[in-house]
């Protein structure tokens, strides 16, 4: 057995300098850090859960940290050095949300870290500072839910005051609550069967066999929704492109675009691939995908995967999508944009995501969003299909931009996304799915053709 030299605190710390200083994406530093010690053999399956934990739990809680250490501290916190700052968070997030975690132990391995990466002053102010409140945890008193709900569900639920004031207005409390509740629980992996490779039955029994537990998903035909399972670096099954990690509502994507074989069909926004190589699988591996995307190491990742998934007729190429009417006027069967966005539906996969953000972007990102859509949908053949698709939530970037899209391109006639969903059929004209109500990341998808 290997001997473990590390301290699983320590790791997580370290992930957490790298997303607070450096600007590094929570999910990113962590899986580097996480296969680079599991490639040493230095991760248990029970360290890398746990590593996970604090990384994510801490940088999610971020705001709600500072608000608790503010009850404890006699200085401001910005006037505490930023690494001295994340032991204090990781204390905190371990002391109020991890109840098996001794409040000993989260003060101790606190104080053991001070002592590496600060000076015998932060030493006892850290040790101060937890063992205060440990001890007097009635200090933290949150807002009072009726009089002030965007407050309350801000601290409570680890969510910026902007985007909880936007939901309550639009979806009421409750629901708001409900919302922010799901985007802080761990979602399970879920996985596309590469159709080209095996069919779903036989993933499923393979990847039991590697250790995963599994079933099958209520939503895709392709899709395996895995709720427990080993690094994914460690899984064979992975490395024979036998599956794709993609969430349930991406797999819709594809679905509604309904790609046929022998096609010529444009991803516009295509990279880092899940879409492009699901339209490519559909089409049994004939016909041609384009995959189009602004930065090439994106669409290295997209390549990486079509040739890991054993796909043939997938092309990528480097260009900026406002410009791909020019380029491919009325010469692709169908076209599918899955268009830069928030990113407000997926806030329980990217911890750190709702900190990055403000409702700035939503007022900057529709313009953008419009530019796409109205060059894709000059590829598009008369008779051929224009799909817009999101991983947000917000009006101003979904229903408002296909509106504003069909009212100024009278071609195009809006289809019923709802019927082209492969398993249950659902009414609405444009697809709103939501993590609350769904069990899935939030996801928009409307369906356009144009006519002859």
Request: contains cysteine; proline residues 6%.
């Amino acid at each position: 057995m290997t001997e473990k030299k590390f301290d699983a605190r320590e790791v997580a710390l370290k992930v957490i300098n790298d997303i607070e200083g450096k600007g590094a994406y929570a999910n990113i530093a962590l899986a580097q850090e996480i296969n680079r010690r599991t490639s040493h053999g230095q991760l248990s399956d029970q360290d890398r859960r746990f590593i996970t934990e604090l990384v994510y739990g801490t940088i999610k809680a971020g705001a709600t940290l500072d608000w608790m250490l503010s009850n404890y501290l006699s200085r401001p916190l910005t006037k505490v050095a930023p690494v001295i700052r994340n032991i204090l968070r990781l204390g905190m997030y371990q002391l109020f949300f991890l109840e098996k975690v001794p409040a000993s132990a989260a003060c101790n391995q606190a104080v053991e870290l001070t002592k590496k990466y600060g000076h015998a002053g932060t030493v006892k102010f850290v040790n101060g500072v937890l063992r205060n409140a440990a001890r007097s945890p009635e200090k933290i008193v949150y807002p009072d839910r009726e009089k002030q709900p965007v407050k309350y569900l801000a601290l409570k639920y680890f969510h910026p005051e902007w985007l909880v004031e936007r939901w309550i207005k639009r979806l009421g409390a409750t629901a708001c609550e409900e919302l922010c509740q799901i985007n802080n629980n761990t979602p399970p992996l879920s996985v596309r069967t590469n159709t080209v490779k095996i069919k779903r039955d036989e993933l499923i029994q393979r990847l039991e066999d590697e250790g995963v537990k599994c079933k099958i998903s209520d939503w895709t035909p392709e899709g395996i929704v895995c709720y427990e399972h080993p690094g994914l670096g460690t899984l064979d099954s992975l490395r024979a492109g036998l599956f794709q990690v993609q969430d349930e509502s991406s797999m819709l994507v594809a679905h509604v675009l309904d790609p046929q074989p022998g096609e010529f069909i444009i991803d516009a926004c295509g990279a880092p691939g899940g879409k492009t190589t699901h339209i490519a699988a559909l089409m049994k591996n004939t016909g041609q995908v384009l995959s189009t995307d602004i930065y090439e190491h994106k669409l290295a990742l997209t390549q990486e995967n079509a040739g890991r998934l054993g796909l043939i007729n997938i092309e990528t190429r480097a260009l900026d999508a406002v410009n791909l009417g020019g380029m491919y006027p009325l010469k692709a069967d169908r076209v599918l944009v899955d268009a830069p966005c928030s990113g407000l539906g997926v806030l329980r996969r990217k911890p750190d995501s709702r900190w990055r953000k403000s409702e700035e972007i939503l007022q900057d990102l529709p313009k953008l969003q419009a530019a796409i859509l109205a060059s894709a949908a000059q590829c598009v053949k008369p008779g051929g299909v224009l799909v817009y698709s999101t991983c947000t939530t917000e009006p101003e970037e979904n229903q408002d931009i296909v509106n504003t899209f069909l009212h100024t391109h009278p071609a195009f006639i809006l289809e019923p996304a709802g019927q082209y969903l492969p398993g249950k059929k659902r009414p609405e004209s444009m697809v709103q799915l939501w993590p609350h109500t769904d069990g899935v990341d939030g996801f928009f998808i409307a369906r356009m053709t144009r006519q002859q």
